[in-house]
């Protein structure tokens, strides 16, 4: 009967070790898998951050760009508004007063027309190009959640 004890009691330390090597084994796994998914979401995370500073840039860079359309076109405008003025003095009757006015008022419709369009077509690209770099990001993110499913 001792036998049949020690026998029991071998199997069931030999058990007991198998079960907690595997358990060790497992945990090892685990904490090494997540280990690899904390390094991963590192530079998921850094990759996100990268791609709003490079929008952040490409706004910049373009409202520098756009402010700079403006203020030459303010001083072309300034520069034409003098030489209307100048037109306007030397005019010698009310007919022709009123004709240049009317002529005047035309150009400056269709100049600020003009530059309305070309800072609307302006504003479209950088919107357009600010978001390329956070529409990369959200593609990668898709697919990084189409490789986990």
């Given at each position: 009967?001792?036998?049949?004890?020690?026998?029991?009691?071998?199997?069931?330390a030999?058990?007991?070790?198998?079960?907690?090597?595997?358990?060790?084994?497992?945990?090892?796994?685990?904490?090494?898998?997540?280990?690899?998914?904390?390094?991963?979401?590192?530079?998921?995370?850094?990759?996100?951050?990268?791609?709003?500073?490079?929008?952040?840039?490409?706004?910049?860079?373009?409202?520098?760009?756009?402010?700079?359309?403006?203020?030459?076109?303010?001083?072309?405008?300034?520069?034409?508004?003098?030489?209307?003025?100048?037109?306007?003095?030397?005019?010698?009757?009310?007919?022709?007063?009123v004709?240049?006015?009317?002529?005047?008022?035309?150009?400056?419709?269709?100049?600020?027309?003009?530059?309305?369009?070309?800072?609307?077509?302006?504003?479209?690209?950088?919107?357009?190009?600010?978001?390329?770099?956070?529409?990369?990001?959200?593609?990668?993110?898709?697919?990084?959640?189409?490789?986990?499913?």
């Amino acid at each position: 009967m001792t036998d049949t004890v020690k026998a029991t009691a071998e199997k069931t330390a030999e058990k007991a070790t198998e079960f907690f090597a595997d358990i060790r084994e497992k945990a090892t796994e685990t904490a090494e898998k997540g280990k690899k998914f904390a390094a991963e979401a590192v530079e998921f995370n850094k990759a996100n951050v990268e791609a709003v500073v490079e929008a952040g840039k490409i706004v910049a860079k373009g409202a520098q760009e756009i402010g700079k359309t403006n203020m030459e076109f303010a001083k072309k405008n300034f520069e034409e508004v003098q030489v209307a003025v100048k037109e306007m003095t030397s005019v010698k009757s009310p007919t022709d007063f009123v004709k240049l006015q009317g002529e005047l008022a035309r150009k400056g419709f269709d100049t600020a027309v003009a530059q309305g369009a070309k800072n609307t077509e302006a504003m479209v690209k950088l919107v357009s190009e600010m978001f390329q770099p956070i529409s990369n990001r959200i593609t990668a993110t898709t697919e990084l959640f189409k490789k986990a499913a």
